[in-house]
């Protein structure tokens, strides 16, 4: 497991250095942070507490939109525009990539550049 951790630790090091990225972390499909941390000078914009169910709210949505990969295919990521923020989430393996990104940026030119990181 602590290798497995370590290389999930290393994408999100190489997602963080992207200069869009406010936060990136894996989580389990019951909404837990696996690891991942936000930028170093970013401050949250919501407490642990909102976070948690932003987590749970995200993997949801996956795991819903994952019933229809028979008709549709499957989904690449996903992605919410906020007036403060961009959060993206992306199925992988066992788990979901969560990201969250300023506001301002292109969505799919990140989420390539994150899928090919990936």
Known sequence: MYSENKTEQEK???ILELPEIRFVGFL????????GDFKP?????????????????AVLRIRTR???D???????YAAARR????????????KVLFVAAEPDVDIDQ?????LDLL
């Not at 028979?70 to 690449?76: C, F, I, T």
């Not at 007036?83 to 066992?94: A, G, L, S, W, Y």
């Not at 990140?110 to 994150?114: D, F, N």
């Open 70 to 76: 028979d008709n549709l295919g499957p989904v690449e």
């Open 28 to 35: 389990d499909y019951m909404g837990n942070l696996i690891v």
């Open 66 to 68: 994952q019933d229809f």
């Open 110 to 114: 990140t989420a390539r550049k994150i």
């Open 12 to 14: 999100c090091q190489s």
């Open 41 to 57: 000078g970013v401050s949250p914009l919501k407490d642990e507490y909102e976070r948690k169910k932003m987590f749970i709210e």
């Open 83 to 94: 007036k403060n923020v961009v959060t993206m989430t992306i199925p992988f393996e066992d």
